[in-house]
Structure formats: structure tokens, C-alpha cells
T-cell receptor, first 116, second 117 residues
């Protein structure tokens, strides 16, 4: 059972380049999330999905896009990378908090992205 | 609106000291979950505890203990007899569980704990 797998672990992008951060989970979780972590700021929600075909914006969605064509995959797309997107990105998945117990989150190991 | 505040940005203690990390939350919901995560220098997020809003019992797990007080909207975390391996960033987080909820986790800013030998 792999849990949540994120790739790549590290990446350096030049300003204006694009890339996709991959996230895959094998727990059949309906809910998936992308967070970014900046120093001293905690984790902030970028986008989330409550099921295949359903996505919505979180707190800091500008500059990102997502898709959820399958239950397992939730890729995060960066278009026209900017230095402000330098951060550590975490993908997470969870059960529904109302229907499933135990309720909790599984996080990927993170992607450290630097935009120069 | 949901909010989690960890007022302590950094704490430094000497090994074997006890240390308490504070967490204050805001929510208008009556049903919610509170979490603590540890982020060691390696960077991954390690789940420590989940508490639902209907369970105010304090919990102890080895050297770790948690004090949940709804009256003050606090969910504090105490490490007894701290060790160097406890050095990490600790996050408190909140998730509401009402119908239609998206399960979003709201994180505090984190507290960096340094335990010196």
C-alpha cells in the first residue's frame, strides 16, 4: 500500500516555464487536496477535489490549475512559473469526514519547487 | 470562519525539559476535528493525533499528551521530558465535519521546537 505518491521530489524551474506536479493515491479516497508550504506560514490550500470530475479553488489558487479525471490522480499544473511559486507542495487525500471512520489525512512526501 | 492560531513561532528547550505547544482555534461549527502534525527536518508530515469536537478527554501517548478545552477553544500539546529527536515543526490543524463539508484542513502557522542536548 503506497498511500499518496508525489513526483517529482525536487524541481527547479525557470520563470515562465510550466510543469505538472503528479499526485496519486491508492486508498480509494474521494477527497484530495493540494497545499503549499511557505516558511513560517503553515500550509495553505491551493485546490481540492471531493471526487472524480469535481474540483474547486482553495485559499491560494492563482497561477495553478488542477484536474481530477480519476479517483486516484490529482495533478497540479503550474502555468508560467513565477518566483512567488517557490514553495514546498504537499498532496493529501482523505475519506469523507461524515461517512467514513477513522477520519484522517494521508500526505505525500512533498515536492520542493524552486523558480529562478 | 475557520482559523487556527499557534502564537509560539519558535521554542527552544534543553533536553528533558517539558514543553507545551499552544493551539487556539476558531470555528462556528459544533462538529469538527482537530489534529496535530509533526514535520521533522526531513520534511514529511507525521500524523500525531486526531480529536473530534465531542471528545474532550485528554489523551496521553508516551511522552506526548494533549489537552482539549472547548471552553477556551484550545488544543494544546505537551511533550514531557523532551528529547533531541523531538526537534521539529509542529502544526495544529482544524477540519469541519458538517454536511457538505469539503474536508479542508486549516493549518496554524506552526511552532518550531528546538531541543538542545
Amino acid at each position: 500500500n503506497a498511500g499518496v505518491t508525489q513526483t517529482p521530489k525536487f524541481r527547479i524551474l525557470k520563470i515562465g516555464q510550466s510543469m505538472t506536479l503528479q499526485c496519486t493515491q491508492d486508498m480509494n479516497h474521494n477527497y484530495m487536496y493540494w497545499y503549499r508550504q511557505d516558511p513560517g506560514m503553515g500550509l495553505k490550500l491551493i485546490y481540492y477535489s471531493v471526487g472524480a470530475g469535481i474540483t474547486d479553488k482553495g485559499e491560494v489558487p492563482n497561477g495553478y490549475n488542477v484536474s481530477r479525471s480519476t479517483t486516484e490522480d490529482f495533478p497540479l499544473r503550474l502555468e508560467l512559473a513565477a518566483p512567488s511559486q517557490t514553495s514546498v507542495y504537499f498532496c493529501a487525500s482523505s475519506y469523507s469526514p461524515l461517512r467514513d471512520t477513522p477520519y484522517g489525512y494521508t500526505f505525500g512526501s512533498g515536492t520542493r519547487l524552486t523558480v529562478v | 470562519a475557520q482559523k487556527v492560531t499557534q502564537a509560539q513561532t519558535e521554542i527552544s528547550v534543553v533536553e528533558k525539559e517539558d514543553v507545551t505547544l499552544d493551539c487556539v482555534y476558531e470555528t462556528r461549527d459544533t462538529t469538527y476535528y482537530l489534529f496535530w502534525y509533526k514535520q521533522p527536518p526531513s520534511g514529511e508530515l507525521v500524523f500525531l493525533i486526531r480529536r473530534n469536537s465531542f471528545d474532550e478527554q485528554n489523551e496521553i501517548s508516551g511522552r506526548y499528551s494533549w489537552n482539549f478545552q472547548k471552553s477556551t477553544s484550545s488544543f494544546n500539546f505537551t511533550i514531557t521530558a523532551s528529547q533531541v529527536v523531538d526537534s521539529a515543526v509542529y502544526f495544529c490543524a482544524l477540519s469541519e465535519a458538517r454536511s457538505g463539508n469539503t474536508g479542508k484542513l486549516i493549518f496554524g502557522q506552526g511552532t518550531t521546537l528546538q531541543v538542545k542536548p
